[in-house]
């Protein structure tokens, strides 16, 4: 057989497989969303209950004012800062958004309280994304991103995709939930932020 | 290609009809094997592929969804018989390439998990795991010579070796 013809088979299968992958994609059931991941998103609730309180709060702009003195000064040039437990205690006492990236699962057993979930490899973290846009969720506010802790980089994946998607105010609580829990702050288990 | 079952003992040997269809089997029933979770739990195997630290974001949701795929396609041509040669070809170039991003990792002393046949293995130690990567390595390995004996297996085989003379 000749190698041109052992070329020619793999191409017809490479063109198979990618067929195949773009079927399964279009087909893939959507998520059965939890906590935010349906709606950080989609119903609006959970972010307005949330610390942010993105959508009804009179008192906004004093807090986002507050929020972007607290939050440690960021070189605009980096994507995101990553910061200890003790300043994500205060961003989060003084309202700001916090997002779970980890997976549905964990975010279902305990979070932290008012953190809204987008896992960040579920089929609906653009969606997730773009209901944040939706829900008045501002290019500056101050977004704090955790996951499982130092040796997880769902955080930092999803701060890449928020920035991609314009956000300019992201910290990476690097610790992530492990510390949180361990230190006893507050955290809410269900779907509730 | 046939060549290879001329004279030489040896290479009538390992390219003997029988243990040449067992091991195009048997390659192709691994990897369908490990195809199989990714297929349907894409979201945990681009998780996989993130922690590898090698791939740009906006590639690791496309090659979550195709990496499998290719590799059932792979599998079943290679049980199947139909263009075995171009799946042996595919197969030697994926393991190639996973054998090359676990070095890499390896040599950049990042523990991962190769996600090589689920997508949800237990997480390990800093230890454990560059020394369940240096197996991961050895298996990938073994699997590579597979796919290199189907590759140069003849395609038909002569009913003596005498006839061929």
């Known amino acids: 057989m000749k190698w041109k013809q052992i070329f ?38 959970n972010l307005a209950q949330s610390g942010a309180g993105l959508k009804d709060s009179s008192d ?26 003790d300043m994500a205690r205060r961003l989060h006492d003084a309202g700001s958004l916090f997002i779970d990236a980890r ?59 928020l920035a991609m998607n314009g956000y300019l105010n992201l910290y990476i609580y690097k610790m992530g939930f492990p510390e949180w829990e361990e230190n006893g702050w507050p955290v809410t288990a269900g779907e509730t932020p | 290609m046939a060549s290879y079952c001329r004279g030489n003992p040896v290479s009538q040997f390992i390219y003997n009809r029988y243990l040449s269809i067992a091991i ?17 739990d894409p979201s945990s195997f681009a998780q996989v592929l993130w922690n590898y630290k090698l791939f740009p974001i906006a590639t690791i949701s496309p090659l979550s969804h195709f990496v499998p795929w290719l590799e059932a396609v792979i599998g079943l041509a290679l049980i199947s018989g139909i263009g075995r040669k171009g799946a042996a070809l595919l197969a030697t ?32 130690s800093h230890e454990q795991g560059i020394w369940l990567m240096k197996l991961d390595l050895l298996r990938d390995l073994g699997f590579l010579l597979l796919a290199a004996h189907v590759l140069t297996a003849p395609i038909t085989w002569r009913q003596s070796p005498s006839s061929n003379r």
Not at chain 1, 20 to 45: F, I, V
Not at chain 2, 24 to 40: C, E, M, N, P, V
Not at chain 2, 94 to 121: T, Y
Request: charged share 20%; glycine share 6%.
């Open chain 1, 8 to 45: 020619a088979e793999a191409l017809a299968l490479i063109a198979i497989a990618g067929a195949l992958a773009l079927a399964a994609s279009l087909l893939q059931p959507k998520e059965k969303s939890a906590g935010t991941s349906r709606s950080p998103s989609l119903d609006g609730g």
């Open chain 2, 93 to 124: 170039g994926l393991l190639l390439s996973f054998m090359l991003a676990i070095s890499i990792d390896l040599a950049r002393d990042i523990s991962i998990s190769c996600g090589c046949f689920s997508s949800a293995e237990a997480p390990q």
């Open chain 1, 60 to 85: 906004k702009a004093e807090r986002r004012k507050l929020l972007h003195s607290l939050a440690p000064a960021k070189d605009p040039t980096l994507l995101y800062l990553e910061i200890q437990g």
């Open chain 2, 24 to 40: 195009r089997l048997l390659l192709g029933a691994i990897l369908l094997y490990a195809s199989w979770s990714k297929i349907f």
């Open chain 1, 103 to 161: 997976r549905q699962e964990s975010y279902l057993e305990s979070h932290i309280s008012n953190a809204i979930n987008i896992p960040v490899w579920g089929s609906k973290a653009d969606e997730g994304i773009r209901a944040l846009q939706n829900e008045g969720a501002a290019f500056d506010d101050v977004i704090v991103v955790y996951c499982s802790g130092s040796d997880c980089s769902d955080s930092l994946a999803l701060s890449e995709k």
